[in-house]
């Protein structure tokens, strides 16, 4: 499904490493998974095709660290904040995110694509090794069209799963397997699932 109005069609498969079994169901897997690192950053790596507006790699930035707008004590616009709140508030080692400086082994790679998906407007591939993560590829589609508010929802999302988060369905989340406008932020509900890990 493309980008639409109303709603944002994501997708996420699982490769293992020992056996490569594409295209499992995130749903089936449990609902956080923590990586497979010593250090307390996880290094990120963004791309982006030609035909995609460099102003978009601002975007995704933006979602990783951004410390301006939007939220409070309990609604996060960027995965850095909503991790580091946490951590100062329940003393956990949540790993946070950092832009470049690839220099271990483990690192999540966005790709910010102009090709077209006719199934998905993004998709999050994971390496495993005994259980837990040690690298995230998120594919982002038609990144040239996709508006800002979207890509922004979309990053979110994708990053999610790229922590180690499965999709919720049992109340309104960015990690909804279909996203909707009125949950387009982070919330502690879905960092306190971080916390049975870190
Ligand atoms: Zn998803």
């Given amino acids: 499904m493309r980008v639409g109005a109303l709603a944002i069609v994501i997708a996420v498969a699982m490769i293992t490493i020992s056996n490569y079994a594409y295209g499992m169901e995130y749903d ?14 996880i290094s990120v790596l963004i791309m982006r095709d030609a035909a995609v507006q460099p102003y978009k790699i601002d ?13 409070t004590k309990t609604q996060f616009t960027s995965w850095n904040n909503a ?7 329940f003393s956990s080692q ?9 220099n271990n082994q483990n690192y999540i790679t966005i790709y910010l694509k102009d090709e077209i998906n006719s199934k998905y407007d993004g998709f ?14 998120v594919s982002i589609y038609d990144s040239d069209e996709i508006t800002p508010t979207q890509l922004k929802m979309l990053i979110r999302h994708e990053l999610g799963h790229a922590l180690g988060l499965g999709h919720i369905i049992e109340k309104p989340s960015i990690m ?19 916390l049975t890990v870190y």
Avoid: R
């Fill in 59 to 71: 975007i995704v930035e933006e979602v990783i660290k951004s410390n301006n707008g939007g939220q």
């Fill in 94 to 102: 949540i790993p946070t995110l950092q832009i470049g400086h690839i």
């Fill in 124 to 137: 999050t591939e994971l390496t495993y090794k005994d259980g837990k993560i040690q690298n995230a590829f």
């Fill in 28 to 41: 089936e897997q449990s609902i956080i998974t923590p990586w497979d690192i010593q250090e307390d950053t």
């Fill in 176 to 194: 909804n397997s279909i996203i909707y406008q009125q949950a387009k932020l982070i919330t502690m509900f879905e960092m306190q699932l971080f």
């Fill in 83 to 89: 991790i580091k709140n946490t951590n100062t508030k």
